[in-house]
C-alpha cells in the first residue's frame, strides 16, 4: 500500500504570493489533517477534511485554506505569504471514522521557505 | 487551549544509558499517542495508549499513561544510535470524540551518542 505522498517536498517564495500544497492519502483513506511544523511551535493543527468537508479547524488565520476532492486528495493554500510561514507542512490521512483513537500516517511534508 | 509539556526538551546520553521522556498536560485527553521523526520525514506512530493507567511495551520502549489521562512517559532501555529523533507525544481531544484533530507535545529532540 503505498503511503501518504506530499507535493512538492520543497517550496520556496517571497512575501506576498500565494502557495498550493498538495496531499494524497492512503488509498482508502477519507480523512486527511494538515499540520504546520516550526521549530519556535512545534507542530501545530491547521484542519482536518473528511469526505470533501472541513471537519475541524485549528488556530490560524483565513490565509490558510484547503479543501479536499471527490478522490480525497487534499490541497492547502496559503495566500499573501508572510517570513513566519515559513514552516513544515505535513498531511496525515486517516480512515476517519474511529475518532482520535486510530492511527494517522504522515506523509515526509512540504518544506516552504517564504524570503 | 490544550498544551502538551513535553521534558526534557533535548538529550544527548551514551549508547546502553536508559532515559526517559515526559509529557505533561492539564487537559485529560480520550487518549494520546507517541511519534518519532528523524530528519526529512513526516513523524511515525509509535504507540496509542487508552486507558488511564495503562502500560506498553514495545521492544525497549514503555509507554505509560497516567491514571487521570493527563499526562505520559515514554522509557527507553539500553538506548541504542538508531532511537536518535524528535519523539512527539499527541493527545486526542476528549471533549469531541470522533474529532481526528491532535494535540502535539512540544518535542524531546534524542541523540544516542554511540
Known amino acids: 500500500k503505498a503511503g501518504v505522498t506530499q507535493t512538492p517536498r520543497y517550496l520556496i517564495k517571497t512575501r506576498g504570493q500565494q502557495v498550493t500544497l498538495s496531499c494524497s492519502p492512503i488509498?482508502?483513506?477519507?480523512?486527511v489533517s494538515w499540520y504546520q511544523q516550526t521549530p519556535g511551535q512545534g507542530l501545530q493543527f491547521l484542519f482536518e477534511y473528511f469526505s470533501e468537508t472541513q471537519r475541524n479547524k485549528g488556530n490560524f488565520p483565513g490565509r490558510f485554506s484547503g479543501r479536499q476532492f471527490s478522490n480525497s486528495r487534499s490541497e492547502m493554500n496559503v495566500s499573501t505569504l508572510e517570513l513566519g510561514d515559513s514552516a513544515l507542512y505535513l498531511c496525515?490521512?486517516?480512515?476517519?471514522?474511529?475518532?482520535?483513537?486510530?492511527?494517522?500516517?504522515f506523509g515526509p511534508g512540504t518544506r516552504l521557505l517564504v524570503l | 487551549t490544550q498544551l502538551l509539556e513535553q521534558s526534557p526538551q533535548f538529550l544527548s546520553i551514551q549508547e546502553g544509558e536508559n532515559l526517559t521522556v515526559y509529557c505533561n498536560s492539564s487537559?485529560?485527553?480520550?487518549?494520546l499517542q507517541w511519534y518519532r521523526q528523524e530528519p526529512g520525514e513526516g513523524p511515525v506512530l509509535l504507540v496509542t495508549v487508552v486507558t488511564g493507567g495503562e502500560v506498553k511495551k514495545l521492544k525497549r520502549l514503555t509507554f505509560q499513561f497516567g491514571d487521570a489521562r493527563k499526562d505520559s512517559s515514554l522509557h527507553i532501555t539500553a538506548a541504542q544510535p538508531g532511537d536518535t529523533g524528535l519523539y512527539l507525544c499527541?493527545?486526542?481531544?476528549?471533549?469531541?470524540?470522533?474529532?481526528?484533530?491532535?494535540?502535539f507535545g512540544t518535542g524531546t529532540r534524542l541523540t544516542i551518542i554511540p
Open positions: 488509498s482508502g483513506h477519507r480523512s
Open positions: 496525515a490521512s486517516s480512515s476517519g471514522t474511529s475518532g482520535g483513537q486510530e492511527t494517522q500516517y
Open positions: 499527541a493527545g486526542a481531544d476528549l471533549a469531541n470524540f470522533g474529532n481526528e484533530k491532535l494535540t
Open positions: 487537559s485529560v485527553f480520550s487518549s
